[in-house]
């Protein structure tokens, strides 16, 4: 009972005290995170998911950093857990430093620095088989001062596995994010059917044509820049899904 009623005082502070300035800031891969916003993560079911989250010291001095996690809503029957500094807590566990953490209340950040590696966020995500949508809130706070906070949420929206069967006119993709290749497996009911992919300000950057009703097509994305895409699955003319695609080199 105490633990919730100290997770309920951690929400309720964090959000009275989020109007202030902040000297915490969050990236991913190199891009940054603005506050109160949100990272996608589509993908399958068959697969436990790792996304690494920096945290930057904008100040003059050291920061004591804590991490809060709250699955907002997910899927009944997956997990959600996380890693800081090279500590890990089970899903159970919402906050660093609590219940079977490696022995730290907080973590200095000096001033300038960025996290990397295992000094940073590992938030995992183990679908254990199901499929949905699932949200878990990432809160990055100052020890001492918690108006000095950031928070992210991360969605995680899980299709059916590899080897699963897909419903007609549906398509779903992996490694999301990718590096040099991505593959589409995907199934139709028409053979005019083609993915198209499309840059962050709307221009098109490859046109596939399906030429099977089902299948897996891979494109090699060596030479794409990093960052985030959407590809749209065109059957008979109309879109039937548009989704984002990330790529990390």
């Known amino acids: 009972m105490i633990k919730y009623i100290l997770s309920f005082a951690i929400i309720i502070g964090l959000a009275i005290t989020n109007i202030y300035a902040q000297n915490l800031s969050i990236s991913s891969s190199g891009i940054d995170i603005s506050n109160s916003s949100h990272i996608e993560i589509p993908g399958l079911n068959d697969n436990p998911y790792s996304h690494y989250i920096d945290i930057t010291n904008n100040s003059s001095s050291t920061i004591n950093v804590r991490v809060f996690k709250r699955d907002e809503n997910i899927v009944s029957g997956t997990e959600a857990l996380f890693c800081f500094n090279g500590a890990c807590w089970p899903a159970s566990t ?12 907080f973590q200095p950040i000096d001033a300038g620095i ?8 590992i938030c995992e995500f183990k679908p254990n ?14 020890y001492y001062n918690m108006s000095d906070s950031v928070n992210v949420t991360v969605i995680y929206d899980l299709s059916i596995g590899i080897e699963g069967n897909l419903v007609s006119n549906s398509i779903v993709t992996y490694p999301n994010p990718a590096d040099n290749a991505v593959n589409f497996k995907y199934k139709v009911d028409s053979e005019n059917s083609k993915i198209e ?3 962050i300000v709307g221009n098109l950057v490859e046109s596939i044509n399906l030429d099977s009703n089902s299948g897996i097509n891979s494109i090699n994305t060596s030479n794409y820049k990093q960052g985030a895409y959407f590809y749209s699955f065109i059957v008979n003319n109309k879109t039937v899904s548009t989704n984002k695609l990330i790529i990390v080199h």
């Open 94 to 105: 919402d906050t660093s430093g609590i219940n079977g953490g490696t022995g730290f209340i």
């Open 114 to 121: 960025t996290t990397s590696g295992l000094n940073s966020i």
């Open 129 to 142: 088989g199901l499929i949905g949508t699932s949200y878990v809130d990432y809160v990055v706070y100052d």
């Open 197 to 199: 992919i499309y840059n």
